[in-house]
Antibody, heavy 116, light 108 residues
């Protein structure tokens, strides 16, 4: 399973670090993707970290968000800087099977609210 | 980026009926790397279909995916009460990986 944590209320321009902790599989052997969902809206792909450690980001978050991995904790972190009100959303992490099967396992999500 | 357009936005049907949900891409989806997800209120999405037509483990066989290139369809052959939810398509062949805006399947 996957468990997200670290969400909360932050002011515009602030920072937050989300964590995605896996059990039952090793994050360093898989891709892990972050998807967000603004209140009452659809799904938006945010970023992916590959088993190699390389990452890709949506244009909307590029240069503000960054992914890292702590293999000892079997955890992926999403560092979010320069937060904007439009970043308000539930953030989900998911195990990504890539070309072999897309997003097969999802966490329950963590809510991020950017507001003054 | 590849834009996915789902139609209709809302589909009103009764249990037992057949549902067809469409996902159209603005350009070819690489090697049919297209997935369908179901989402119920307060829950994360659940993968139904990957590779355009492969049913995920544990998904009932009333769900099927078809299509290629730019036109894809999710079909639910006979609706059960638990199938009423929002459905999203996603292409995962070309970065940035994108989702459609969703189709809400509601009880008529």
């Amino acid at each position: 399973q996957l468990v997200e944590s670290g969400g909360g209320l932050v002011q515009p321009g602030g920072s937050l670090r989300l964590s995605c902790t896996a059990s039952g599989f090793t994050v360093s052997n898989h891709f892990v993707t972050w998807v967000r969902q603004a209140p009452g809206k659809g799904l938006e792909w945010v970023s992916v970290v590959y088993s190699s450690g390389l990452a890709n980001y949506a244009d909307s978050v590029k240069d503000r968000f960054s992914l890292s991995r702590d293999n000892s904790q079997n955890t992926v972190h999403l560092q979010m800087n320069s937060l904007r009100p439009e970043d308000t959303a539930v953030y989900y992490c998911a195990r990504d099977l890539g070309l072999l099967g897309a997003l097969d396992l999802w966490g329950l999500g963590t809510m991020v609210t950017v507001s003054s | 980026e590849i834009v996915l357009t789902q139609s209709p936005a809302t589909l009103s049907l009764s249990p037992g009926e057949r549902a067809s949900l469409s996902c159209r891409a603005s350009q070819n989806v690489m090697t049919n790397y297209l997935a369908w997800y179901q989402q119920k209120p307060g829950q994360p999405p659940r993968r139904l279909i990957y590779g355009a037509l492969n049913r995920a483990t544990g998904i009932p066989d009333r769900f099927s995916g078809s299509g290629s290139g730019t036109d894809f369809t999710l079909t639910i052959s006979r609706l059960e009460p638990e199938d009423f939810a929002v459905y999203y398509c996603q292409q995962y062949g070309t970065l940035p990986y994108t989702f459609g805006q969703g189709t809400k399947l509601e009880i008529k």
